[in-house]
């Protein structure tokens, strides 16, 4: 999908959401663990109920591999059930040596030898260019660089200050302005308060940023849009468990449909004020 | 397995070699093309071939990963297949935010729920503390800590100056300190100059170290066991295509235990000259 394509979608749909399909089999609705495939069966419901109000779906690996062999099997199920027009995201955050990194570009783009073909993957960027470069090379399919984390151990590192007078992820965002182009290259950008995102906005003001930080992880939706957006919206909002885990009952579709619904109805909001 | 049970093996066996198990199938001998499952008869004849000689194993997870659900059976079968005296390591490259990285930890060391039982697993620092610490809530399993890689990208964050007076990696490897002890963390070090290793071991004096950069990366062994060797051995270096293509014939068996003998042969040398 072209940087052009996404953002016509977040117009048609009035939405900058992404869905986050963590889906993790203990925090399931009890009565779907007498289906053949529980796992499955939960991603097809909540993928059906909010197909309408989401443009992106990002499955993190973790909860797949967590299962071994059967979790790459519901990974390969559940991406197959994803309409055609929406952006999809591996947040399976790799990154190798050079020819490494060209066996998970492969995994993650190459249909034909993994059965997988994501829009876009998430990237470690410590390894540097090498580790970013092999996903680069396929047209329309994107690297989503860790810039700022929203986790407590993002302060670890990301924001060591540099003797070139800039902190650490600052210095990731800019070097990686020189492998590719913002048509290429978003930015997981875990700040929600307005100064962050806006001080962010003025390192990377085309690229698109993905922001895990709204809903169970906090975060205000509204600054979130007053501050990162740009004039093609450029945001990617996720939200994964204040939507799957909205209800423990049978009713857990509806309830997941209601809440990605409040999200785009905010959003349709935010996109009349701020593009 | 402990690091006492590791160093016993290393002396035992007088070889601190793993083998690398980055196995491509279009780098096989084309004769195994025939078999049902060439990737994992062409493991099944390299792990017999030299398991006499060498005390890791290291599958490079994305050599898998790109075969989609059958890599990661592959991979499944492959495990299996390795004898249980043997240290195994999980080049994943893993990382993630506190609760999903305790996902990536049940895929690599939970076996009831993933089928994996791995020693150890390689993870990148990006994301700090708690992208680590659920991987060292496990007894007698380790975390292998990106700190200085070998490829050309390497240079372009772990080298960075920090105002603290110290490279990024050297303040990965001294945080990495306060997470866990030499019993739990092992260091990745590309670094095969004496210079570098013996600066490295001045921060790191206790822990393992995994070396990729001998063989096919380049990279002297003898530096290696003098300037990065400590009391109990400490090392843990890696070859991989120098061994398992060693031929592309129907001798490749012979040959990658010819070559891994050859490893293990200088090895008890250097072990013998400078333990």
Same mark, same amino acid.
């Given at each position: 999908?072209?940087?052009?394509?996404?953002? =016509?979608?977040?117009? /048609?749909?009035?939405?900058?959401?992404?869905?986050?399909?963590?889906?993790?089999?203990?925090?399931?609705?009890?009565?779907?663990?007498? #289906?053949?495939?529980?796992?499955?069966?939960?991603?097809?419901?909540?993928?059906?109920?909010?197909? #309408?109000?989401?443009?992106?779906?990002?499955?993190?690996?973790?909860?797949?591999?967590?299962? +071994?062999?059967?979790?790459?099997?519901?990974?390969?199920?559940?991406?197959?059930?994803?309409? /055609?027009?929406?952006?999809?995201?591996? =947040?399976?955050?790799?990154? =190798?040596?050079?020819?490494?990194?060209?066996?998970?570009?492969?995994?993650?783009?190459? *249909?034909?030898?993994? +059965?997988?073909?994501? =829009?876009?993957?998430?990237?470690?960027?410590?390894?540097?260019?090498?580790? !970013?470069?092999?996903?680069?090379?396929?047209?329309?399919?994107?690297?989503?660089?860790?810039?700022?984390?929203?986790?407590?151990?993002?302060?670890?590192?990301?924001?060591?200050?540099?003797?070139?007078?800039?902190?650490?992820?600052?210095?990731?965002?800019?070097?990686?302005?020189?492998?590719?182009?913002?048509?290429?290259?978003?930015? !997981?950008?875990?700040?929600?308060?307005?100064?962050?995102?806006?001080?962010?906005?003025?390192?990377?003001?085309?690229?698109?940023?993905?922001?895990?930080? !709204?809903?169970?992880?906090?975060?205000?939706?509204?600054? !979130?849009?007053?501050? +990162?957006?740009?004039? *093609?919206?450029?945001?990617?909002?996720?939200?994964?468990?204040?939507?799957?885990?909205?209800?423990?009952?049978?009713?857990?579709? /509806? *309830?997941?449909?209601?809440?990605?619904?409040?999200?785009?109805?905010?959003?349709?909001?935010?996109?009349?004020?701020?593009?």
């Amino acid at each position: 999908m072209t940087r052009q394509q996404l953002f =016509d979608t977040i117009l /048609e749909k009035r939405s900058f959401l992404c869905v986050g399909l963590d889906t993790d089999i203990t925090k399931i609705p009890p009565h779907l663990l007498k #289906e053949e495939n529980p796992v499955v069966e939960f991603n097809r419901q909540i993928i059906e109920a909010t197909a #309408e109000f989401c443009v992106a779906y990002k499955p993190n690996t973790a909860f797949y591999e967590s299962m +071994g062999v059967k979790g790459w099997q519901n990974l390969q199920e559940t991406m197959n059930l994803v309409p /055609e027009n929406i952006f999809t995201i591996a =947040d399976a955050k790799r990154g =190798d040596i050079g020819n490494t990194s060209a066996m998970y570009a492969r995994a993650f783009f190459n *249909k034909e030898e993994s +059965g997988f073909d994501f =829009d876009s993957v998430t990237v470690a960027p410590y390894m540097g260019v090498d580790s !970013v470069s092999p996903f680069l090379g396929f047209d329309n399919k994107w690297v989503i660089l860790l810039a700022l984390t929203s986790n407590e151990g993002g302060k670890d590192f990301q924001f060591s200050e540099l003797k070139s007078e800039e902190k650490l992820f600052e210095k990731v965002v800019k070097t990686a302005h020189t492998w590719g182009s913002p048509e290429q290259i978003m930015f !997981v950008v875990g700040a929600t308060r307005a100064s962050e995102l806006s001080d962010f906005r003025k390192i990377a003001p085309d690229n698109f940023l993905l922001v895990p930080g !709204v809903g169970a992880q906090g975060g205000s939706l509204q600054e !979130v849009a007053q501050f +990162g957006m740009n004039d *093609k919206c450029g945001l990617l909002v996720n939200s994964s468990r204040a939507i799957i885990y909205a209800s423990k009952g049978e009713d857990f579709a /509806e *309830k997941a449909r209601e809440e990605a619904k409040k999200l785009r109805d905010e959003m349709d909001i935010l996109l009349d004020k701020y593009l």
